[in-house]
């Protein structure tokens, strides 16, 4: 029973010292996103810096992203804008409308050079291949 | 002629001192020749004055015979005088007297009977002050009383051969000089009557005086009279020549023939004459003259006389006439022959009278040849009255009749023609067959007619004026009247083309005897049908048309021209491109307004018309019962698009009307529509009209049109104000969508797939480009789809491609409403909405009811009822059919609501009984606050509270469209110590329920917040401010 004691006092001290252990946090390299990457008709393309568009009321916006699915006959000429940040996993998109802002949260579970994938909270998975 | 006759008295005087030499020659005359001569030097200046020079006196009985004569050669008078041509006054190579040998031998008296002179040369001279060189012989008083005879001249006959006669007298600057002058002169005088009887012929005769040179040659002269009491002679003058010149100022006569035939009574004493049957033949003309002649103490001949003529070659017979009247016929080349009968000249005759000339003329087969005129006239077949008084401007010829050819044109005129000398003046009616053709020189060169006319035209005008009008087509100077009728009318200037079958043409010249203060000419056009056509594409068809017009300043073209026309029809069809128009009884006016530096055609147009029916293709059609037009146009001929090229300005005012539209069902019916068109803009004053369920008062202008027709790259922009008691706006898209479009950009270009194409059968809103339309609409009430609102007002905006319903404020039965929206059409297969709509106190059921799609935005709303207050942004580009492409929908909704009450009952109780939320039976929400986005299919429910009695929950999800969802719902705030948490997820129809541990305890706990937590919030704050920022 001692014997049993001290094996699970072992494993006590093993885990929580385990448990105490902060895990290694994960950072992606944002520059890793730049480029045009596909999932199927869908594309999005990440710049390096902000670029200028011009909304359908006017207004003057900088954004750094832009998204189109070629299934639903739009071109990148027309493509819908937004603003993306990365921090550590977490890839934030903010879609710019001419009325609204709808964001988007994902976590990125793996960038390379050629592939990009992210899930959000509902476990939805999207799967990227760096096409330039 | 007393200056003649006293140079003859003169003459005969030097003839008689010459014999009265011979009479001592006489004496001597049985004596021999050198006797005879001795005899003749000796008694020689008893008689003579001036030096003489005789050679030898023989006698004659030969030249004499019966009588005695003495021969003398050699006489010479010599008398130098300063200014004479000559010192010698005569010199004569042979010199016979003829005495009366028994006379001599009974009586001893010297009677002369005849004078011989052979090769003589006289010179006679008078200078400036009257003196004379041939004053040489001694009166019988001036004589010396030794004279031995007495003497007598009676002289029966002095006959001259081969004499030349120089007579110079600078007092009046007139010499005269006979050449080969032989002349025979017999006589017998009794008492103081003469019997005369003088034959002359020399080889030159000339006179010159200062206005008068005459010349004649080879002259043959005979007169064969007598002289009464040295008064009256009466005799017959004969003369001929084969070359006479006379030049009064300017020659008259060169080189001609004249013969001479003249039975002449004449009294010295009262120098009075009379011409009986006399006879002047001039070259190949006969003239019979008779009459008197009166020759006044100051030198005025009073002329009485009548004349006929033979037949006359007119171009032949003008050289004869006074070089300023030749000039003024210089213009008009005549060919043909003429005969003047009764001839009648009467008047004076002096430096400056001429006398009054009457005839009748008669020409057959006459050309009359104007310069400035494109063909003769030939076959002039003339009737007519000359009166001439060439003291004046009174000189006229009546025209009894004439008829005369054009080309292919025939007249027949009467009337006068006056001021011949002068300005010729016609007077004229006159009757014409004229075709059109032959008047094609008289119109400006771009105008060309056709046609058969007949011709009724009364003139009273000059020649000059018609010359000077058809120069510079000025007709303002002609005065005159025509009717015509035209056969087979066709008029072509320019790009303008009109015929007609028949028509008649009223012409008055000018204008202002017609009508008050118009210019130029007065035209009358009445027709049964009349065809117009401008250019290529406006046709017109003019039924009775009746156009009065006064047009003015006809030289350059229809653009330079003063045109002021009334035209009245009894129906008008008007084609141009694709529109047919016909309107009854239309009044037209056409006002030509040319000015210095237009490049075209300036004119005002004004139209009033009734019963309108117009169609532009199959697309429009429109019926109204009145239509007036007040128009201008300022052409630019070098521009060549329509807008460009006539600048037109107009004003409509169309009265009730009903427009279609191809593909509209429902008709445009216009109460009124008043708006003025330009290039520039496009003015609507007033219109009041109903299209379909809507009624619309529009008022505003648009303006670009020009640029915009022209190349679509300037916006043509728009403000209107629109007011409607109802508006149906579904309708209003149909009947302006795709203004404005081609085929090109309104076909699906750029489509990044080919899977899907568009649909045939779409055709989908086509918001027009290259515009910039406002309209601020001021609505009672407006549906658009199933959405009814009342109080609309706001501005719509069309600029670009873009429809733009902007800040749109209206009520509705459900809220009070704020709607921005935005439609777009780059392409059919990929068009644009978006909007920004703000429902202040909206009642939830009501909103779900009038925008149903708000349903499948935010399911769960159905659930509540009560008054919210809700915003929503959304946009998606949509396929051709309105489809909305999901992949673009971005969507965003903030919620605020209180006191709701809950309509799932079932749902409600078994959520609050799972999270152990008492409800105390009440089936309430006491408040919330969410926030919803839309990404593609994803709509999530960001963490948001919702308030139940003491309890908080918090709740956030996701559901899809294909109505699938996962929730989640914290209690963070209860009376009991267990905060639960329930996942809820599945099909709408079938969802599952779980507990769960609470997800965002702290969110709404700023101290306690996590770093998602803050995020969250962060975002959700940023969503609804986005939102709200639009509310107004």
Redesign the interface.
């Known amino acids: 029973m001692k014997k049993l004691l001290h094996i699970f006092l072992f494993l006590f001290i093993l885990f929580g010292f385990a448990a105490c252990h902060k895990p290694t946090e994960i950072s992606y390299d944002a520059s890793m996103l730049y480029g045009k990457w596909q999932e199927g ?2 594309y999005e393309r990440y710049y390096e810096s902000l670029i200028e568009r011009v909304l ?2 006017g207004d003057t916006v900088h954004v750094n992203g832009t998204t ?8 990148e ?2 493509a ?1 804008l937004f603003n993306w940040t990365l921090t550590g996993t977490t890839l ?1 998109h ?2 710019v ?9 994902y976590t990125i579970t793996m960038l390379t050079s050629s592939h990009l994938v992210y899930k959000d909270d ?1 476990g ?1 998975t999207h799967h990227f291949s760096k096409v330039e | 002629m007393k200056k003649a006759l006293k140079i003859t008295g003169i003459v005969l005087a030097s003839l008689v001192g010459v014999v009265l030499i011979v009479v001592g020659i006489a004496v001597g005359m049985l004596t021999s020749s050198g006797r005879l001569t001795k005899m003749v030097k000796k008694y020689a200046p008893q008689f003579i004055t001036c030096e003489m020079e005789l050679g030898k006196a023989d006698l004659t009985l030969f030249k004499s015979f019966p009588n005695v004569g003495i021969d003398i050669e050699n006489v010479a008078l010599i008398n130098p005088m300063a200014g004479s041509p000559s010192d010698t006054l005569a010199n004569i190579d042979d010199l016979t007297v003829v005495l009366d040998l028994k006379k001599l031998l009974k009586e001893k008296e010297i009677v002369i009977r005849k004078c011989i002179l052979e090769d003589a040369f006289v010179n006679l001279y008078t200078d400036t002050l009257g003196n004379n060189n041939f004053n040489v012989f001694k009166t019988k008083e001036d004589s010396d009383t030794t004279s031995s005879f007495d003497y007598l001249v009676d002289i029966e006959e002095v006959k001259l051969k081969n004499n030349t006669l120089l007579y110079t007298d600078d007092r009046n600057q007139m010499t005269a000089q006979a050449q080969g002058l032989n002349l025979d002169l017999k006589g017998k005088m009794q008492d103081k009557d003469i019997d005369a009887d003088l034959t002359l012929n020399a080889d030159d005769l000339s006179l010159n005086m200062k206005a008068i040179q005459l010349a004649l040659k080879a002259v043959d002269l005979d007169f064969d009279g007598e002289v009464t009491q040295y008064d009256q002679i009466d005799g017959t003058l004969k003369l001929t020549t084969p070359d006479i010149s006379l030049n009064l100022n300017e020659p008259y006569l060169e080189n001609d023939t004249l013969n001479l035939n003249l039975p002449v009574q004449f009294s010295l004493k009262d120098m009075k004459g009379h011409l009986d049957k006399a006879q002047i033949g001039l070259n190949r003309y006969l003239i019979d003259v008779g009459g008197d002649v009166a020759i006044a103490k100051n030198g005025d001949v009073d002329l009485d006389l009548a004349l006929n003529t033979n037949t006359l070659v007119v171009e032949d017979v003008l050289t004869y006439l006074p070089e300023k009247v030749q000039k003024k016929l210089s213009s008009i080349e005549y060919t043909g022959k003429a005969t003047l009968s009764d001839v009648e000249v009467k008047g004076t005759v002096n430096d400056s009278l001429m006398p009054l000339i009457k005839a009748k003329v008669l020409t057959d087969n006459l050309k009359v040849n104007v310069k400035e005129l494109p063909y003769p006239f030939t076959e002039v077949k003339l009737d007519g009255d000359l009166d001439l008084d060439l003291n004046s401007d009174a000189n006229s010829l009546t025209v009894n009749s004439v008829s005369a050819k054009f080309n292919r044109s025939s007249f027949t005129a009467d009337g006068v023609v006056d001021d011949l000398l002068g300005d010729i003046g016609l007077k004229l009616k006159v009757k014409g067959d004229v075709p059109l053709t032959d008047i094609k020189s008289f119109l400006p060169k771009n105008v060309k007619l056709n046609g058969q006319t007949n011709l009724d035209l009364t003139t009273n005008f000059t020649v000059e004026q018609l010359m000077k009008s058809l120069d510079d087509y000025n007709l303002n100077r002609l005065s005159a009247k025509a009717n015509l009728r035209v056969n087979s009318f066709t008029f072509d200037m320019d790009t303008i083309h009109a015929s007609a079958p028949s028509l008649n043409v009223g012409l008055t010249l000018p204008a202002s005897a017609k009508q008050k203060g118009q210019k130029g000419a007065y035209i009358t056009l009445t027709t049964s049908q009349l065809d117009a056509r401008v250019g290529k594409g406006i046709k017109a068809n003019l039924k009775n048309p009746d156009i009065k017009l006064a047009a003015d300043s006809f030289k350059g073209g229809f653009e330079k021209m003063l045109l002021n026309a009334d035209m009245k029809f009894s129906h008008l069809d008007v084609d141009y491109d694709t529109i047919h128009a016909n309107i009854d009884a239309p009044a037209l006016t056409f006002v030509t307004t040319p000015g210095k530096t237009a490049k075209g055609l300036n004119a005002r147009i004004t139209l009033d018309g009734k019963d309108v029916v117009a169609n532009m293709g199959q697309a429009y059609a429109l019926n109204s019962n009145s239509l007036k037009v007040n128009a201008a146009v300022s052409q630019n001929k070098a521009k060549k698009d329509f807008l460009n090229q006539w600048n037109p300005s107009a004003d409509f005012v169309l009265g009730t009307a009903l427009v279609k539209v191809d593909g509209i069902d429902e008709l445009i019916r216009i109460s009124n529509i008043d708006f003025l068109f330009n290039s520039h803009e496009l003015d609507f004053k007033r219109s009041t009209f109903r299209i379909g369920q809507s009624d619309m008062s529009m008022q505003g202008s648009v303006v670009g049109i020009k640029e915009w027709i022209e190349d679509h790259k300037n916006l043509m922009k728009g403000e209107l104000q629109v007011s409607s008691e109802f508006l149906d706006i579904n309708e209003i898209m149909d009947l302006t969508s795709g203004l404005g479009r081609t085929e090109e950009n309104g076909a ?1 270009t ?4 080919d ?2 194409p568009e649909k045939k059968e779409d055709n989908p809103f086509m918001v027009p480009e290259g515009i910039d339309f406002n309209f601020v609409l001021n609505t009672q009430r407006a549906l658009y789809d199933n959405f009814d609102m009342n109080n609309l007002k706001g501005t719509m905006t069309v600029k670009d491609g ?1 429809l ?1 319903l902007r800040e749109i404020g209206f009520t509705n039965k459900a809220a009070e409403m704020q709607l ?1 929206a ?1 439609y ?1 059409s ?1 392409r059919k ?2 068009l ?1 909405l ?3 709509f703000h429902l202040l106190r909206v009642q939830i059921n009501d909103l779900l009811t009038m925008i149903p799609y708000i349903d499948t935005l935010v399911p769960m709303l159905k659930t509540f009822d009560g008054q919210a207050e809700f915003h929503i ?3 998606t ?1 949509l ?1 051709s059919n309105y489809e909305p ?4 929908l ?3 909704a903030d919620i605020e609501g209180k006191n709701l009450t809950v309509n799932d009952k079932f749902t409600f109780t078994k959520i609050t009984d799972m999270l152990d939320i008492s409800t105390n039976g009440s089936y309430r929400v006491d408040s919330l606050d969410v926030q919803l ?3 593609k299919n ?1 709509i ?1 429910l960001w963490p948001s509270q919702i308030a139940i009695g003491k309890y908080k929950v918090t709740v956030d999800g ?1 559901m899809t469209l294909d109505r699938n969802g ?1 929730y989640h719902l914290s209690v963070t705030q209860s009376p009991l110590p267990v905060r639960l948490g329930l996942k809820i997820s599945g099909p709408f129809n079938k969802l599952e329920y779980k507990l769960e541990d609470c997800k965002y305890p702290n969110l709404y706990k700023p101290n306690k917040r996590n770093d998602t937590e803050q ?1 969250y919030y962060e ?1 959700k704050k ?2 609804a401010d ?2 709200k920022s ?1 509310v107004r």
């Not at chain 1, 409308?97 to 949260?105: E, L």
């Not at chain 2, 492409?885 to 673009?888: D, G, R, Y």
């Open positions: 008709s869908v359908l009321n189109w699915d070629e299934a639903d006959d739009v071109t000429e027309e819908q934030k903010e879609h409308g001419t009325f609204v802002m709808v964001p988007k949260i509902y939805k | 699906s750029g489509s990044a797939t899977s899907q873009t733009l921005t935005m777009q780059p297969n990929n644009f978006a909007m920004d942004g959304a946009e580009n396929k492409k999901i992949s673009t971005r969507a965003a986005t839309a990404f994803e999530d996701r996962e995020m975002l940023k969503i986005r939102l639009n």
